[in-house]
């Protein structure tokens, strides 16, 4: 995966080729913070191409990076690829999002908020919509949005009697927020398209202590990307827990490992009754993958969970996958979700042989 400098690396510029544009200081403050962040640490090699493409960035005063070459301009995180803003580069799961998503650019207003669909993707399982708030009002300051967001999202999936869903707002400065909701199926099969419904019905206003009512509501009809599904049906036991990888899903942007864990023994079932399994990923050329956990479902009565585990984009080139699950044993779970009586297990690896 490369990082922002590799990317500006591979790129032929000309100076004249940047269009200088005021920006705020919270703008030079992030993007000074992310540049220090991305800096190669222990690499040295080469460390000082990187640190003078960084050095040049920071000494044109904050130009903006015009269109000379947009496509890379897009992926430096002033909005432009709301996919890995909100991600803030440290998984890489967002990558490949945004040349695959769907450009939706649909807009409402209302109480002098205006609100702007960006992109939407749908992976079969996931639907993930980023979105912009475009406010003369103080919507929320960012250190409170996690806490006290000013909107809550609603994403309904037409048609599925269940789902799972997450948001995320980040405030870009005085005036503009970004935000990102996903909502996952209970599905077990990935289904070709989807109807949508994104609902933000009110907006709270924190500096007057007022929420203003409006139809900031969309609507969306969207396809799935392409998908390759293989059937795995492998497991892993241990400690009276069976866990079963029973498909992988591979898209142009990530793949999706499906997988399922079961309590075998009654001596486990009584003495920890919360059990968790967690999967790493490797592959046979020794990349690590990162991933999400979006989605799950569970039998009480066959103490069996299943859970679905969106992971970066796969290396096209690597043959085998070499899954490890994670296994945790807890008496309780308090409610700052620490364990109590907890004890943690590594199973033996799930190796899969990747058909092409």
Do not use: C
């Not at 090699?45 to 920071?58: D, E, P």
């Not at 904050?62 to 897009?74: E, I, R």
């Not at 869903?165 to 909502?183: C, Q």
């Not at 807890?330 to 190796?351: P, Y």
């Amino acid at each position: 995966m490369k990082d922002i400098y590799e990317l500006l690396n591979d790129v032929e510029i000309e100076a004249d080729d940047f269009a200088e544009v005021e920006v705020s200081e919270f703008e030079k403050a992030k993007l000074k913070n992310r540049l220090k962040k991305s800096l190669p640490q222990k690499k040295k090699a080469m460390g000082w191409k990187r640190s003078a493409v960084a050095a040049a960035i920071i000494g044109l005063s904050f130009v903006t990076v015009g269109l000379a070459f947009p496509a890379y301009a897009a992926n430096i995180p002033i909005v432009g690829d709301i996919f890995r803003f909100i991600d803030g580069g440290k998984t890489g799961v967002f990558d490949e999002y945004k040349e695959n998503a769907t450009n939706v650019g649909m807009s409402k207003e209302g109480q002098g908020i205006k609100v702007t669909l960006n992109d939407a993707i749908f992976d079969g399982k996931t639907v993930s919509i980023t979105y912009e708030f475009e406010s003369e009002q103080n919507l929320g300051d960012a250190q409170d949005l996690d806490k006290e967001p000013f909107v809550e999202p609603f994403l309904i999936i037409k048609g599925e009697q269940g789902w799972t869903g997450s948001s995320k707002l980040l405030k870009v400065d005085k005036h503009h927020y970004v935000g990102i909701t996903s909502a996952t199926t209970n599905q077990f099969e990935e289904k070709k398209e989807i109807n949508v419904e994104l609902l933000m019905p009110s907006i709270k206003i924190k500096d007057k202590n007022e929420v203003l009512n409006g139809n900031w509501n969309f609507n969306l009809d969207l396809k799935a990307t392409e998908n390759n599904v293989q059937q795995v049906g492998q497991n892993s036991k241990r400690d009276g827990v069976n866990v079963e990888v029973s498909k992988i899903t591979v898209t142009p942007m990530s793949f999706i490992v499906y997988y399922n864990s079961q309590i075998v023994s009654d001596t486990i079932k009584s003495k920890y009754p919360n059990v968790e399994v967690d999967l790493e990923i490797k592959d046979n050329l020794g990349n690590s993958y990162y991933g999400e956990i979006y989605g799950g479902w569970s039998d009480d009565e066959e103490n069996v969970q299943g859970f679905s585990k969106t992971f970066e984009k796969l290396d096209m080139k690597a043959t085998k996958l070499i899954i490890t699950p994670h296994l945790r044993l807890s008496k309780d779970v308090t409610k700052d979700g620490s364990f109590v009586g907890e004890e943690t297990f590594l199973m033996e690896d799930i190796i899969v042989d990747l058909k092409k």
